[in-house]
């Protein structure tokens, strides 16, 4: 797909940011301490980054989910856990109030996430429901005019620095599986709202994930989000844009890949030659670039036919993550590969883009979950 001028404006932008902003100094420190950077978070507030796919009358920049496509992209070709930074606002963080938020409920929490003031999490996984998230074990009791939450949600990117939650509880316990769930806006600073210590993770270090606990918790009835009993339709609508950002993640990881790889196969001497005149090294570097060319442009045809409204969208979406995370996985494997034994080296960027990549095929639905998404679609 050739991008129009805007489009390639905007790359252009996200692009020179990522490469002036987010130096060596800031991804060593993310990854040694594991801490949420504020700064950075406020940098790229500024520029408007935490609201580009949200609409302009709720404080965001109105972009569409290409031009989100490629912001996600390019950050995680640098960074992929600064990625994930302007991803969560953007997509399942405000996704599920724009879909069925009533007008002031949008006013009150997507406005200060877009411009990067706030943080909303979404809190659907618990211990016991991951991929069978109508598993759900958290419970909302109607009590005059709150509801009472219980539970616990687990892996909950953020939570430990959110400001609010968007968090999912089974309202009607006489109905199955992933029927008789309802949403919740839950403020993070109710009473009966703590989180687990931050999870020591393989990646993605820099950006908090920990569970996060509901004793007794009294939401206001204000703070129901949609319609009740009917949530988790909305948490899989709001999935299908969450899934694409992942999948532009993973192109740009493996873009990151391929950029360290093709500079290292062209230093590296061995037998008195650059190991990139070798055609068992520059025949992966081949394939390397191919599949990420091909994810790329599904990413990005998905993300425009989505827009379009395409009746395709979902199985589209599945199929960007599924395609682009297991793609990131074979090229990170590759790279390391072309590297040698500096590749296991921390010293060499290759080795943390190695792990960080390992996550896309996992959260935000398994690659087990986008076969199953696929095959549901085609097999009806
Ligand atoms: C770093 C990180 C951040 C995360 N952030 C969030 C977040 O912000 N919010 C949130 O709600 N969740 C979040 N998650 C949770 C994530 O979405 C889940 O981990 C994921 O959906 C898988 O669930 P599970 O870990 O319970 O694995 P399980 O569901 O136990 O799956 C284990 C394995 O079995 C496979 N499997 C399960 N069922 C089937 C089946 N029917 N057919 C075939 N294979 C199957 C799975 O694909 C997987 O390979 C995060 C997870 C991580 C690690």
Redesign the pocket.
């Known amino acids: 797909m050739i991008l129009s001028e805007k489009h390639q404006m905007m790359r252009k932008l996200y692009r020179q940011f990522a490469q002036t902003e987010f130096t060596d100094e800031l991804l060593d420190r993310l990854e040694e301490t594991g801490e949420f950077d504020w700064d950075i978070h406020k940098l790229m507030a500024k520029y408007g980054f935490m609201g580009v796919k949200i609409p302009v009358e709720y404080g965001g920049q109105g972009g569409d989910s290409l031009a989100y496509a490629l912001m996600i992209e390019e950050f995680a070709r640098v960074s992929p856990v600064l990625s994930i930074y302007a991803n969560?606002s953007n997509s399942?963080g405000a996704g599920p109030l724009l879909f069925c938020g009533t007008e002031e409920q949008k006013r009150k929490y997507v406005e200060p996430v877009a411009k990067g003031e706030k943080i909303l999490?979404?809190?659907?996984?618990e211990?016991g429901?991951?991929?069978?998230?109508g598993g759900t074990l958290t419970t909302a009791v109607a009590d005059g005019d709150y509801f009472v939450l219980n539970g616990r949600?687990?892996?909950?990117?953020?939570?430990p620095m959110a400001d609010y939650a968007v968090v999912y509880a089974k309202t009607d316990p006489t109905q199955r599986g992933s029927r008789g769930i309802s949403m919740f806006i839950v403020d993070m600073k109710l009473p009966g709202v703590s989180c687990g210590k931050p999870?020591a993770?393989m990646g993605?270090k820099g950006y908090p994930?920990s569970d996060l606990i509901l004793e007794n918790v009294r939401v206001h009835k204000s703070d129901l989000l949609g319609p009740l009993h009917k949530g988790f339709a909305t948490a899989m609508k709001t999935l299908d844009g969450g899934r694409l950002g992942m999948a532009a993640q993973a192109v740009g990881i493996a873009q990151g890949c391929l950029d360290e790889a093709i500079k290292y196969a062209k230093e590296r001497k061995q037998f008195g030659k650059p190991i990139a005149s070798f055609q068992g090294i520059s025949f992966m570097i081949a394939d390397m670039a191919t599949e990420i060319e091909a994810a790329r442009q599904l990413v990005y045809s998905t993300a425009v036919r989505k827009d379009a409204g395409d009746p395709e969208a979902s199985k589209l979406c599945a199929m960007s993550k599924l395609f682009a995370g297991e793609m990131c996985n074979r090229v990170a494997y590759k790279a390391v590969q072309i590297h040698g034994g500096y590749g296991y080296i921390k010293e060499y960027k290759v080795e943390r883009f190695y792990r960080d990549a390992r996550?896309t095929t996992?959260?935000?639905?398994?690659?087990?979950?986008q076969?199953?998404v696929i095959s549901g679609n085609l097999l009806k």
């Open positions: 969560t399942l999490v979404f809190a659907l996984t211990p429901a991951g991929t069978d998230a949600k687990t892996f909950i990117s953020g939570a999870e993770k993605i994930t996550i996992i959260y935000e639905g398994t690659s087990q979950v076969q199953m």
